[in-house]
């Protein structure tokens, strides 16, 4: 599986953005897709995710409220769209699949991904 995000830029605090994970590959269909997001020196984290059949998703407390995820089942894609962005909302953001069925507890860990899009820069500007 190939992804591809895209979608990152600058903005000011306050504003909106949409980001956009395309999938692609011998085997594009995934069981969860996520978005994590990695900031300067600091680890990578758990944004969001949605679970492929039946839409369920799932929020890390820090954007609940503002970050909404969605699919597009046609197109394939994934895409977090982003409310009222923070400082602290800066990072660079990645969009991850997971293939194989496991707990829901598992979503939020990167080590349950198998696989990753390159990223795409969010900052956020005070």
């Known amino acids: 599986v190939q992804l591809q995000a895209s979608g990152g830029g600058l903005v000011q605090a306050g504003d909106s953005l949409r980001l956009s994970c395309a999938a692609s590959?011998?085997?594009?269909?995934?069981?969860?897709r996520g978005w994590f997001r990695q900031a300067p020196g600091k680890k990578r984290e758990f944004v969001a995710a949605?679970?492929?059949?039946?839409?369920?998703?799932y929020y890390a407390d820090s954007v609940k409220g503002r970050f909404t995820i969605s699919r597009d089942n046609a197109k394939n894609t994934v895409d977090l769209q982003m409310s009222s962005l923070k400082f602290e909302d800066t990072a660079v953001y990645y969009c991850?699949?997971?293939?194989?069925?496991?707990?829901?507890?598992?979503?939020?860990?990167?080590?349950?991904?198998?696989?990753w899009g390159q990223g795409t820069l969010v900052t956020v500007s005070s």
């Open positions: 991850a699949a997971l293939t194989s069925l496991t707990d829901s507890r598992n979503y939020y860990y990167t080590r349950s991904y198998d696989f």
């Open positions: 590959g011998r085997s594009s269909s995934s069981y969860v």
């Open positions: 949605i679970r492929w059949s039946g839409g369920y998703t």
